[in-house]
């Protein structure tokens, strides 16, 4: 069965948040994307005392696959203040729709 969850977009050089085993109600890292594809990302990830280094092919934490096959490269989303903007820009963009 193929996949049809389609990851939303992000840019190189976007900071997003990390999680490690893809569970959102874990604490997460931040992180900087550094390479974007439809399917996945890869990042530098933080923690308060290193940087813990590069994940490649990290999933958006809604994809059904990071649930299903829970990794080390686990799940990435965005911060909350970044989502609340994402939400407003697409709620105006269906308003001018209508």
Same mark, same amino acid.
């Given at each position: 069965?193929?996949?049809?969850?389609?990851?939303? *977009?992000?840019?190189? $050089?976007?900071? !997003?948040?990390?999680?490690?085993d893809?569970?959102?109600?874990?604490?997460?890292? /931040?992180a900087?994307?550094t390479?974007a594809?439809?399917a996945?990302?890869?990042?530098?990830?933080?923690?308060? *005392?290193y940087?813990? $280094?590069?994940? !490649?092919?990290?999933?958006?934490?809604?994809?059904?696959r990071?649930r299903q096959? /829970?990794?080390?490269?686990?799940?990435w989303?965005f911060?909350?203040?970044?989502?609340?903007k994402?939400?407003? *820009?697409e709620s105006?963009?269906?308003?001018?729709?209508?």
């Amino acid at each position: 069965m193929p996949n049809e969850f389609k990851m939303p *977009a992000v840019e190189v $050089g976007d900071i !997003v948040l990390w999680y490690g085993d893809g569970n959102v109600s874990t604490a997460p890292c /931040p992180a900087i994307v550094t390479k974007a594809t439809e399917a996945n990302v890869a990042l530098v990830c933080f923690d308060d *005392a290193y940087v813990m $280094g590069p994940k !490649v092919g990290v999933m958006h934490v809604d994809d059904p696959r990071v649930r299903q096959h /829970p990794d080390e490269r686990g799940g990435w989303d965005f911060r909350p203040k970044d989502k609340a903007k994402r939400e407003a *820009a697409e709620s105006r963009q269906l308003k001018k729709a209508s």
